[in-house]
């Protein structure tokens, strides 16, 4: 049987639910010089963010802008999804859904959320504890948050790498991959 990597366990709240500052004072951040193309301007300014959440150890970058405040922003946006796929915080019983998904989940169970909003982190970051709590099944975790599998799933797909470490998951326990 395929092993997967397993996920970071840390407990609540989740990491990409925190406020920005709250979350940098979690991190360790360094500034650097990027690669590639764009002029002597980007060889000589360090301009490259990089981020290391100290407790979980997922680390994100961003450099291809040309300020640091840019970079900056783009950086910790990139660790709210990291730290959303690849950290696992647990579940209560009982209701569960944040105040968040409540405010974002439609009457007929549909999420609007575009995968370049800032909510979106903490919502995936919901939705994958809620179907790692579910046993991985998709169909009892969104029973659990009140919306459509159908939802669940595509707001999974929006963050491609978040669906495979689900499928990933799903292959160890011997269960069919996502599509």
Same mark, same amino acid.
């Given at each position: 049987?395929?092993?997967?990597?397993?996920?970071?366990?840390?407990?609540?709240?989740?990491?990409?639910?925190?406020?920005?500052?709250?979350?940098?004072?979690?991190?360790?951040?360094?500034?650097?010089?990027?690669?590639?193309?764009?002029?002597?301007?980007?060889?000589?300014?360090?301009?490259?963010?990089?981020?290391?959440?100290?407790?979980?150890?997922?680390? %994100?970058?961003?450099? #291809?802008?040309?300020?640091? *405040?840019? @970079?900056?922003?783009?950086?910790?946006?990139?660790?709210? &999804?990291? +730290?959303?796929?690849?950290?696992?915080?647990?579940?209560?019983?009982?209701?569960?859904?944040?105040?968040?998904?409540?405010?974002?989940?439609?009457?007929?169970?549909?999420?609007?959320?575009?995968?370049?909003?800032?909510?979106?982190? %903490?919502?995936?970051? #919901?939705?994958?504890?809620? *179907?790692? @709590?579910?046993?991985?099944?998709?169909?009892?975790?969104? &029973?659990? +948050?009140?919306?459509?599998?159908?939802?669940?799933?595509?707001?999974?797909?929006?963050?491609?790498?978040?669906?495979?470490?689900?499928?990933?998951?799903?292959?160890?326990?011997?269960?069919?991959?996502?599509?």
């Amino acid at each position: 049987m395929p092993t997967a990597r397993e996920p970071i366990y840390l407990a609540p709240p989740h990491p990409s639910c925190l406020d920005e500052a709250e979350l940098l004072s979690q991190c360790d951040l360094t500034k650097g010089r990027s690669g590639g193309p764009g002029g002597q301007h980007r060889n000589k300014v360090e301009t490259l963010v990089r981020l290391h959440h100290a407790p979980s150890g997922v680390d %994100a970058h961003a450099g #291809e802008r040309r300020s640091a *405040i840019e @970079n900056r922003a783009v950086a910790i946006f990139r660790l709210r &999804l990291a +730290l959303a796929t690849e950290v696992r915080t647990p579940v209560s019983s009982g209701e569960i859904r944040s105040e968040l998904w409540l405010k974002r989940c439609t009457r007929d169970g549909k999420l609007p959320v575009n995968p370049g909003h800032a909510d979106y982190p %903490a919502l995936l970051a #919901e939705a994958l504890n809620v *179907i790692w @709590n579910s046993g991985l099944d998709p169909k009892k975790a969104a &029973l659990r +948050l009140c919306c459509s599998m159908s939802q669940l799933v595509k707001l999974i797909k929006d963050h491609p790498h978040a669906l495979v470490r689900l499928n990933e998951a799903r292959r160890a326990a011997a269960l069919h991959t996502l599509k």
